[in-house]
């Protein structure tokens, strides 16, 4: 009785499913969901062609130092590197020297502690720190930015999808909004403290166009710094401090893939070498071998066994 019950429950449940299923795709049919500006006008990154893409690619330490440069003049006002220590760019061509002076130099202090008071202090960076954040905390970085949080730039490659491409193509493609957007969308205007860019995913965000002029920095190669060039240099620059160890991962990865051919090539050779004469000696022996049948059949017979 109990599992008459239960199996009209389930059919009633099936059933009730089963109509859920059809009135969904019934209204879907008849009144289909309506692109949102963001799924219409959103555009995807833009082609980006990096010294360090693909499986052989290497660093370009001239462009990572420019990149560098326009990180640390521009960007580091609102955006920290919590994950990189300034030593770190070493790795980039800077002399020991040169990194005293640049952690000496940086606008924002490191928070410590007075020895005398054991009050809340700042000091001036060491080599050994890693890149201060421009804010004490959440809170004062939301107050400074109309309550947008902006975020660590140590991880942004990796975090976006797109990774280099994305950063570029969001430092380039601040606009006006397109007339058909606000034509079919008015809602999604800008508005106050707000930034059209097709690039964000939706549309408009906090943060004003950061890199705005040809020369805005002035590079020490002599490199013409238009906003594309900036833009590119501080995303192949942002990709080296999410995989700083980049170059030693393709070293590693061409290593092992040229033991396993070799691997590949010895296990043949000993394959043939050793193997091939005896797998034809031992191919034809088996319980189907007209020999070892009539072995079976004798020992039987001998035994009593039927068959």
Known sequence: ?????????????????????????????????????????????????????GPLGKFDEQQLQRGFQVYKEVCAACHGLSLVAIRDLHALGYEEAELKAIANQWAIEVPSVNPDTGEAATRKAIP??????????????????NNALPPDLSLIAKAREGGAAYTYSLLTGYRNPEPELLKKFPAAKPGAGLYYNPYFANLNLAMPPPL?????????????????????????????????????????????????????????????????EAKRKVAPVGVLDPANQAKVRRAKAKSGIAG
Do not use: C
């Not at 009730?16 to 019934?26: E, K, R």
């Open 1 to 53: 009785m109990v599992r008459v019950i239960a199996f009209f429950v389930g059919l009633g449940f099936a059933g009730v499913l089963l109509i859920s299923l059809f009135i969904g795709i019934a209204d879907t049919i008849s009144a289909p969901v309506e692109a949102t500006a963001e799924e219409e006008f959103h555009k995807h990154p833009k082609h980006l062609a990096l010294a360090s893409d």
């Open 128 to 145: 050994s720190d890693r890149f201060p954040s421009p804010y004490a905390n959440e809170t004062a970085a939301r107050a400074a930015n």
């Open 212 to 276: 705005t002029s040809e020369g805005q920095v002035t590079y020490a190669d002599g490199t013409r710094a238009t906003v594309a060039q900036m833009s590119k240099d501080v995303a192949a620059f942002l990709v080296w401090t999410a995989e700083p160890k980049l170059e030693n991962r393709h070293r590693a990865g061409i290593a092992v893939v040229i033991f396993l051919l070799f691997a590949t090539v010895l296990g043949y050779l000993a394959y043939q070498n050793i193997w091939r």
